[in-house]
């Protein structure tokens, strides 16, 4: 497809369950982020890949949060152990390189029971 | 830490007539860009208009302009001629030049342009 395509597009799960997100980018974006959209907090960024370069990682709120990205296209986030704070909708978005615009997904609505 | 501030959590205008959107940011960066995002009910984001610090001159976008305030640190929007679908949640948001280049975001005005 031409746009950014997250999966699945809604997940519900218990709590302490672990999660995963996935994220595919436009082809040929090199640049690739992951945000978190919540009544509470807003729109928060979580987490930057670009490239072969180590991933910014400053915005994932624990140590139960990480992301990989392979190949240097698909993105997947994994929630372990998932808490109720953590029912959010979480959205990609990928950029030619880091000072390009940034398009989305339509995310990803987590609820955790 | 940059914040970006958007003071007006809701707004209505009617069909044809224009909005303007207000936001205002914090940052010690000299250089960086500006954007607005609308965000209809379907949850994609969507790129609105996207302002280069550097840039004196105002971006527009057809219906769509920005009024840039470097030092009043102030980048609003201007909605001319409100259609039905421009009702919207609209997000105003930073990116520092360098580094990661990650957006930081107001908390969102909800646009209705009623008919």
């Known amino acids: 497809g031409a746009g950014v395509s997250q999966s699945p597009s809604n997940k519900v799960t218990e709590k302490g369950k672990d999660v995963e997100l996935r994220c595919d980018p436009i082809?040929?974006?090199?640049?690739l982020y992951w945000y978190r959209q919540s009544l509470g907090q807003g729109l928060e960024f979580l987490i930057y890949?670009?490239?072969?370069?180590?991933?910014?990682k400053s915005g994932l709120p624990s140590d139960r949060f990480s992301a990989e990205r392979t190949g240097g296209s698909v993105s997947t986030l994994t929630i372990q152990r998932t808490q109720q704070e953590d029912s959010a909708v979480y959205l990609c978005a990928s950029s030619l390189w880091g000072n390009q615009p940034q398009h989305f997904g339509d995310g990803t609505r987590l609820s955790i029971l | 830490a940059q914040t970006v501030t958007q003071s007006q959590p809701e707004m209505s205008v009617q069909e044809a007539e224009t909005v303007t959107l207000s936001c205002t940011y914090d940052t010690s960066e000299s250089n960086y860009y500006l954007f607005w995002y609308k965000q209809p009910p379907s949850r994609q984001m969507i790129l609105v208009i996207r302002?280069?610090?550097?840039?004196?001159q105002n971006a527009t976008e057809n219906r769509f302009s920005v009024n840039f305030q470097k030092a009043a640190k102030s980048f609003s929007l201007k909605i001319s001629d409100s259609q039905l679908g421009d009702t919207a949640m609209y997000f105003c948001a930073f990116s520092a030049q360098g580094g990661s280049e990650k957006l930081v975001f107001g908390k969102g005005t909800k646009l209705t342009v009623n008919p």
């Open positions: 082809s040929g974006h090199t640049a």
């Open positions: 302002q280069e610090a550097y840039k004196q």
């Open positions: 890949f670009q490239g072969n370069s180590a991933p910014d």
